[in-house]
């Protein structure tokens, strides 16, 4: 699995796909609404749950992992193009 790392960590928009996946499922599978969650404290005891429940820990890789892959390509890693990138576009 080659993956342009250097590159992908440096785009807002890869940080951006995973925290709404992240957070839009964590929210779902625990069945909590974003307006209940009005602390730091509760956050972390949601986090803390869904760590400690194995069937939300592997959905929750699952879909992490469904935004990390580039579907263009027929394999998991990144296509030879974006394996020679330095930089994100402008």
């Known amino acids: 699995m080659k993956i342009n790392w250097k590159v992908r960590l ?8 995973i925290v709404v996946v992240f957070f839009a499922n964590l929210f779902a599978m625990s069945g909590v609404t974003f307006e209940e969650i009005n ?12 760590l400690k429940n194995p069937y939300t ?12 892959i580039d579907f263009t390509t027929p394999k ?5 193009l974006v ?5 994100i576009k402008k």
């Open 39 to 50: 602390s730091w404290d509760q956050l972390g005891v949601l986090l803390l749950s869904a």
């Open 10 to 17: 440096k785009n807002p928009q890869f940080w951006i796909a």
């Open 57 to 68: 820990f592997i959905t929750l890789g699952a879909f992490v992992y469904a935004t990390v």
């Open 76 to 80: 998991i890693g990144d296509s030879p």
């Open 83 to 87: 394996l020679d990138k330095k930089t």
